[in-house]
């Protein structure tokens, strides 16, 4: 493994300066400090695997590989696909997907119920929801994530009830998984320098006891709720289910709550309960 410590974060970004894509979200660690410490928050999961999504040109893959586990980077853009093959070259523990991670087939470990498999990613942030969700609804069991963000989005992740960021994303999230913030990047650790700060998170799977039609129904629960964020929830809910405005009031009223209450002030608890479930 002596050959991965030849490569700095920046040296790598470098190498590729030519061929920076923003359509992919191509923003790429040069700070140490920081690939050293997402290599930490993976090594405390205890992997026995470990997947990378969107690589670039490898500054956290390289620091992430040092742990000696089976690692798979998985890389949708040609030049940095190419381009880790050679870093990697003898590396075999490490292998290069090329491919789009939306739509790839995933490596069988992360489906390996006697493994440990972790996903770390610095996400191209035009996708890092949805690529979040393709491991949640595919139901993945993996033993966790360690995952950047752009601020905003994870400011979502972690959001309680009653403020701003809190919404979708905060309550679904939170019911897949215990969510911590782990430290923010500011954007003078990337080149080219992102517009905003990232933040990364960790992300621990909680045990999940509804069946899988009880945790959709969950789900399409709280997106009616919060269709219309600034309405009370008795006026979001207004149909669903078939329940019209004075049905989903009774609901209210025999759990408790008030008609006037309005969905960014219902923990997830609060939107289980509502649901009987
Ligand atoms: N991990 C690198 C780092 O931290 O320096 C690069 C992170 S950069 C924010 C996001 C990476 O995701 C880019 O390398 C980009 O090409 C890749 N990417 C974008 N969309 C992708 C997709 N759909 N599937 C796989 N990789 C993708």
């Known amino acids: 493994m002596s050959s991965l410590t030849q490569y700095t974060p920046r040296a790598l970004a470098s190498a590729l300066r030519h061929h920076y894509k923003k359509s992919l979200g191509q923003n790429f660690l040069i700070d140490e400090n920081i690939t050293r410490t997402i ?17 670039g040109a490898g500054a956290l893959s390289v620091a992430v590989a040092k742990l000696g586990l089976p690692y798979v980077l998985l890389e949708k853009d040609d030049h940095c696909a190419d381009f880790l093959e050679d870093v990697f070259a003898d590396q075999p ?7 789009d991670a939306l739509t790839a087939e995933l490596p069988a470990f992360c489906f390996d119920k006697a493994a440990r498999p972790l996903l770390v990613s610095n996400l191209p942030y ?10 949640i609804d595919g139901h993945v069991p993996l033993c966790g994530m360690v995952l950047m963000f752009q601020r905003e989005v994870a400011q ?7 403020t701003s960021s809190y919404g979708i994303l905060s309550v679904i999230g939170q019911f897949y998984h215990e969510i911590e913030a782990v430290m923010d990047v500011p954007p003078n ?11 990364v998170l960790r992300f621990i799977p909680r045990t999940i006891t509804q069946s899988t039609e009880e945790e959709a129904r969950f789900r399409a629960f709280v997106h009616a709720a919060f269709r219309q964020r600034r309405k ?6 207004n149909g669903f289910e078939q329940k019209d405005r ?32």
């Open 189 to 199: 650790c990337f080149e080219p320098a992102p517009k905003v700060m990232s933040t």
């Open 126 to 135: 035009n996708v890092a929801s949805q690529i979040y969700f393709r491991f």
């Open 156 to 162: 979502r992740f972690l959001a309680e009830p009653g």
């Open 246 to 277: 004075a049905a989903w009031a009774e609901v209210l009223q025999s759990h408790g709550y008030e008609p006037t209450i309005r969905a960014e002030n219902l923990s997830r608890k609060d939107f289980l309960n509502l649901i009987d479930l």
């Open 232 to 237: 009370t929830l008795v006026n979001s809910l």
């Open 39 to 55: 290599a930490r928050e993976v090594e405390r999961f205890s992997p026995t695997h470990i997947l990378e999504i969107g690589p």
């Open 93 to 99: 523990h490490v292998s290069i997907l090329h491919a």
